[in-house]
């Protein structure tokens, strides 16, 4: 083990559907590896007591939406040696971001019977907006792979393995045939971040885009491309506005097809 | 193998259906793990095949930039397609290989190396562009003072049955890189289909000594001129029949290497997605990394190599950042180095003209129309630059 001292481990919950924290506890055959590595301090969603900080490593799930998160946020920060978000809510706001194209209170209006007792925010953001984040893992939800890499790479003080590359590579490097050129299916591959270990592609489906945008995305060439295929800007607007519709490369090009 | 060239000579023979079937039997009775075309998932893909009925009989394909469609032929034909959507390469220069793990003692590490692939293949019904790309990874990943001994030892013992083409697909080019349509070098039995009417025969040629052998256990006749000259009707039909052509081949590592601040490189970055698409169905490219892994409790280690690609940013990330930042400087990077400096690098062009990376580019691009822009307007950059 790198240190006597084993590291305290802190897991926040902001706006999200918590599938993420769930990816730590789906490292079935590691969790056992994990405990012992690291000390869970706070983790609700697997214990009950909490050890008070401040945390060596705390993952950050969730979006910020209210008034109450904005605050908090800072405080976890302040509790917090290094701060890694996890998924697409924290990363880049989440499905629920997809307020940020409309108006919040309409849909508070729409869902509950008294809407004057919401208190929330008219767009719902990333972590990143608020504090120093000092890694952001992607996906939705994040991937266990992955996960545990961070984790590691914390542990050893090396640097993650995360690519920031396409979906394609793998999917060649797997041997997936090109859903697109072949069967002529809409797919983010192109433009979307590596990680999920190419999941929808390896099931004849077009990714979604959920890890976001990959580096230099050129969201605008898949697009024309797509209207070839037959896509209308309604369909394209949708495609990119999902998981991580507050990502800025998908975010701006959606607005190029879209309100 | 033998590298010797074939001729059209006194070795070749006739076989039917029934002799490709004897001849797939064989290498299997001889320890061979048949890898070949099959149809799968709408396309028309090389993978572990056990015999003549896993062959795509009567199919064919239909590509153009950004597009493949399987269709049905009208005959029945056993290789009657063009190129497949990746090449021999990835069971030859494998996309993911453990190069070591270790294990911590009690005072130190022990490395254990990756066992050698004991599996010996034959490679069903490979192009000539696939023996080109073939020898060119050779010369890569063999030929120089650091051999790959993972690539070394898979490629020792392959048999290769090579197939003239019979077909060219939309995206084929080989005729203008000199690649094609008909084997050279580097096979051991090669076999041209031979329809007519109710006639379904195959001409075999003989390109090493284990191919001979191989033959004369097969039911044959002796191949007669009029075999021989349809042989060769095929293969110069299919050569009329590419989908593109290169344009001024010879001419092209000097038009590169005095364009590369062509205002083309930036209207192409417009469209390249930076993917990878290319550099990963190329049967030549053969770039790799590797990935350093730790188990959380410290005690195991392993490296990793993978197929990598001068698309991504961390391929050429140094000191400070990204060499090849730019979409523009990365797509230029890969096209000069495929066309031009691969000349000076490895002695050939990089390219053999199979025509994937146009059809398998997600968007289209189309490398003999991205050179044929810049032969239109050389020059249009002014001065040199530097790559």
Redesign the interface.
């Known amino acids: ?2 240190a006597a001292r084993r590291p305290k481990l802190a897991v926040w919950k902001f706006a999200s559907c918590d599938g993420c924290q769930l990816t730590i506890l789906d490292c079935e055959d ?1 969790l056992l ?2 405990a ?2 690291v000390e869970i301090a706070y983790f609700p969603e697997a214990r009950r007591g909490q050890i008070r900080g401040p945390y060596d490593l705390s993952l950050v799930e969730g979006s910020v939406t209210t008034p109450h998160d904005r605050e908090r946020i800072q405080a976890v920060r302040r509790a917090s040696k290094k701060l890694v978000t996890i998924g697409a809510c924290a990363t880049a706001g989440g499905i629920q971001a997809l307020r940020n194209f409309a108006d919040v209170r309409a849909f508070a209006a729409a869902v509950y019977a008294s809407p004057q007792y919401i208190e929330t925010l008219s767009a719902s953001t990333a972590i990143a907006r608020h504090v120093p984040v000092d890694f952001e893992l992607r996906g939705c939800p994040i991937d266990k792979t992955q996960l ?2 961070v ?2 790479a914390f ?2 003080g ?1 640097k993650p ?1 995360v ?4 979906v ?2 793998d999917c ?4 997936n ?2 859903v ?5 299916t809409a ?1 983010l ?3 979307t971040q590596t990680g999920c270990g190419v999941l929808c592609p390896s099931h ?1 489906r077009g990714c979604y885009g959920c890890f976001g945008p990959k ?4 969201t605008a ?2 697009a ?2 797509l209207r070839r295929l037959g896509l209308g800007d309604g369909e394209i607007m949708r495609l990119y506005r999902t998981f991580n519709a507050d990502a800025d490369a998908f975010r701006d090009e959606s607005r190029r097809h879209g309100p | 193998m033998a590298e010797r060239e074939a001729e059209h000579s006194d070795d070749a023979a006739v076989i039917n259906r029934a002799g490709v079937a004897a001849l797939l039997q064989a290498l299997v009775d001889s320890g061979h793990h048949l890898v070949g075309p099959t149809v799968r998932d709408g396309a028309i893909i090389y993978t572990d095949i056990t015999g003549l009925t896993d062959l795509p009989q009567g199919w064919t394909d239909r590509q153009a930039g950004g597009s493949y469609r399987l269709e049905r032929r009208g005959d029945a034909a056993l290789f009657g397609y063009a190129a497949t959507p990746q090449s021999w390469k990835r069971f030859l220069h494998l996309p993911t290989v453990r190069l070591w793990r270790a294990e911590r003692t009690d005072d130190g590490f022990a490395i254990s190396e990756a066992p050698e692939p004991a599996r010996k293949i034959a490679l069903i019904a490979a192009r000539a562009c696939d023996l080109q790309a073939i020898a060119i990874q050779d010369r890569v990943l063999q030929g120089g003072r650091y051999p790959d001994p993972g690539y070394a030892a898979r490629r020792r013992d392959i048999f290769v049955v090579a197939v003239n083409c019979g077909s060219a697909g939309g995206t084929c080019f080989c005729v203008s890189m000199q690649t094609g349509p008909r084997v050279r070098s580097g096979f051991d039995l090669a076999l041209t289909e031979l329809i007519d009417g109710d006639r379904h025969e195959f001409l075999v040629e003989v390109g090493s000594p284990g191919g001979a052998a191989l033959l004369a256990q097969l039911p044959r006749r002796r191949a007669g001129g009029d075999d021989v000259a349809a042989a060769a009707a095929v293969v110069a039909r299919t050569a009329a029949a590419m989908g593109r052509a290169m344009p001024r081949p010879a001419d092209v590592p000097a038009l590169l290497r005095r364009n590369l601040e062509h205002p083309r490189w930036e209207a192409v970055a417009d469209r390249c997605l930076s993917c990878a698409n290319c550099t990963m169905v190329c049967p030549t490219c053969f770039c790799t990394s590797v990935e350093d892994t730790i188990s959380l409790d410290g005690r195991t280690a392993e490296r990793v190599q993978r197929w990598d690609s001068c698309f991504t940013m961390d391929f050429s990330h140094v000191h400070g950042g990204s060499v090849r930042a730019s979409p523009r400087s990365r797509y230029r990077q890969w096209m000069t180095h495929k066309l031009s400096t691969w000349w000076e690098q490895f002695g050939t062009s990089g390219c053999v003209g199979c025509g994937r990376c146009i059809t398998w580019c997600p968007v289209g691009i189309d490398i003999t129309e991205e050179v044929a822009a810049i032969a239109a307007s050389d020059g249009a950059g002014g001065a040199r630059g530097t790559p």
Do not use: F, I, Q
């Open positions: 083990m790198p590691e590896a994990l012992d590595a545990l890499d984790m590691t542990l050893y090396r393995n690519p920031a590359h396409s394609c590579l060649k490097r797997e041997g045939l090109c697109m050129v072949a069967h002529g797919c591959g192109p433009v004849n580096e230099t995305p050129n060439a898949l024309a491309w």
